[in-house]
């Protein structure tokens, strides 16, 4: 399938940087939003951004109007869904929302569109069958930041196509991302699970008085060659974020020891939330 038309639903922090990955990349792009403020805050956010890669010298400046040409920011879905080939949910992390979004993708959107959904916690086969097209539907999960970050895991549910999924891998690639391919549906997909294990260990590390956090971060840093410290990412992330993703894995295993740990917890009831709140396991100015 030849995709040239790219729409993506929702303009936080992520879609917005979805796309402009994708008008970077020579994708007409559209990026939705349910509040007009929304999309035109992203905008603003997205031509400053382009404008900063022009000045520092990192896009010709004739490229980054081409770019700027094939990104355009709305509120009208129909419009904006009516000749996709590739739709991208950015949209709140909320199964209900997600699913309501799809039924209604799957009425706007020509029959050959495939509808991929960017969340890290939900997989697809929670989505797909409020259309009438599963084997069109897949998770294509970018990382925070999407304009930054390389990998792009793309997971099946058990009725998507091999198509789809070369597709949306050849997507990926053309935007620059290295496609991760996971053959069935897990919690957590691949590098949250790698993370995970790693964030588990350093929790259990600090709970049984073996280091402090800041050791722990160091050794993973210093001896590990890891760019940030278990802790420290935690906080980047938002220990809140930390807390939610754990609560919803344990939603879909019922495996307790999925929950968050009692640690994260303590920290999530205190508002302490990392760098957003000034505190975390850090305190920060």
Request: aromatic share 6%; proline share 4%.
């Amino acid at each position: 399938m030849d995709v040239q038309r790219i729409l993506v639903v929702g303009s936080g922090a992520m879609g917005r940087q979805i796309g402009m990955a994708a008008a970077v990349a020579g994708f007409t792009t559209a990026v939705r939003d349910v509040s007009a403020d929304a999309a035109a805050a992203a905008e603003a956010d997205m031509r400053r951004w382009l404008d900063g890669r022009v000045a520092k010298g990192r896009l010709a400046e004739a490229d980054a109007a081409d770019a700027w040409e094939r990104l355009t920011f709305t509120t009208d879905l129909a419009a904006a869904a009516a000749e996709a080939d590739l739709v991208i949910e950015a949209a709140t992390e909320r199964l209900d929302v997600k699913r309501s979004i799809f039924a209604e993708l799957d009425a706007l959107t020509p029959a050959r569109a495939i509808l991929a959904t960017n969340s890290s916690t939900l997989a697809s086969s929670t989505v797909a069958d409020a259309t009438g097209r599963p084997e069109k539907v897949c998770n294509m999960h970018f990382f925070n930041p999407a304009l930054v970050m390389k990998a792009v895991e793309i997971v099946r549910n058990p009725h998507t196509s091999d198509e789809t999924v070369e597709t949306v891998a050849a997507v990926a690639r053309a935007m620059g991302k290295s496609p991760v391919l996971l053959a069935k549906e897990i919690p957590g997909f691949v590098a949250n699970r790698l993370m995970g294990a790693v964030r588990d260990e350093a929790l259990a590390l600090y709970a049984a008085g073996v280091a402090s956090v800041e050791d722990i971060d160091t050794a993973a840093k210093d001896a590990l060659g890891y760019p940030m410290g278990p802790f420290e990412l935690m906080d980047l992330v938002g220990l809140d974020v930390t807390y939610l993703i754990r609560r919803a894995a344990y939603e879909q295993t019922g495996d307790e020891k999925d929950l968050p740990h009692p640690l994260i917890t303590a920290k999530y009831e205190a508002g302490e939330f990392g760098r957003k709140t000034g505190k975390g396991w850090y305190t920060y100015e």
